[in-house]
């Protein structure tokens, strides 16, 4: 357990469906970060929230859209997704983002398997 | 350009084996963690180790940074340790960006 609860572990979705992923962290930490990892790719940074404001936007399609109502909290809202866009998507919080992402240490969820039929 | 190579790409292991993984990085960096994705997905924190020698159980990482390089040492491996191993690092020049390297796939056989 790391601290760092993602919500749902699986999710098939339809192209023209709308959900969300949910990830939630109860270490007091002020940065939370969504990443893609899609098959044999490395990790690939998408979003980086700090005090609940965003900071960083990897030039990721608008058909996702990131929220971050409180620094426990922090929400990927899809829409009209592409089967492409199947992967793991994983949550992770730090510290604070500092002079960087990986100035303090950051702790990942468990990821969320999507699947977009 | 910017880059994280790990090697080897694929490793497997009897159970109880000792094994190294290595990292490599192409500039100097502010930050470097290491991260073992279980087979359900979950990235756990191993260790954040800029330089220096860390040690937690049959695990420890070390990093020169002056060279480029960290390695982690696996001892006594169990099949538990089976999964994907993730070097990340922060570079100078790019500070602000993680960048993960392709990752290690350990299996570990009983």
């Known amino acids: 357990e790391t601290g760092v609860t993602q919500t749902p572990r699986h999710l098939v979705m339809g192209m023209t469906n709308k959900k969300s992923l949910k990830c939630e962290q109860h270490?007091?930490?002020?940065?939370m970060y969504w990443y893609k990892q899609s098959a044999k790719k490395p990790l690939e940074l998408m979003f980086v929230y700090s005090l609940e404001e965003r900071v960083e936007n990897n030039s990721v399609p608008s058909r996702f859209s990131p929220e971050c109502p409180n620094s426990s909290h922090l929400f990927l809202h899809l829409h009209t997704l592409q089967p492409e866009d199947s992967a793991l998507y994983l949550c992770a919080s730090s510290q604070d983002i500092g002079q960087g992402l990986l100035n303090t240490e950051a702790f990942f969820g468990q990821g969320t398997r999507l699947t977009v039929v | 350009g910017i880059q994280v190579e790990q090697s080897p790409p694929d490793l497997i292991l009897q159970e109880g084996a000792n094994s190294t993984l290595r990292c490599n990085f192409s500039d100097s960096v502010n930050n470097l963690q290491w991260f073992h994705q279980n087979p359900w997905g979950q990235l756990i924190n191993l260790f954040y180790?800029?330089?220096g020698t860390k040690q937690n159980g049959r695990l420890s990482a070390t990093t020169v940074a002056t060279e480029r390089y960290s390695l982690l040492y696996i001892s006594s491996s169990q099949t538990t340790d089976s999964g994907v191993y993730f070097c990340a690092v922060e570079y100078v020049t790019n500070a602000g960006k993680s960048t993960f390297g392709d990752g290690t796939t350990l299996t570990v056989k009983p």
């Open positions: 180790i800029p330089s």
């Open positions: 270490l007091g930490h002020n940065a």
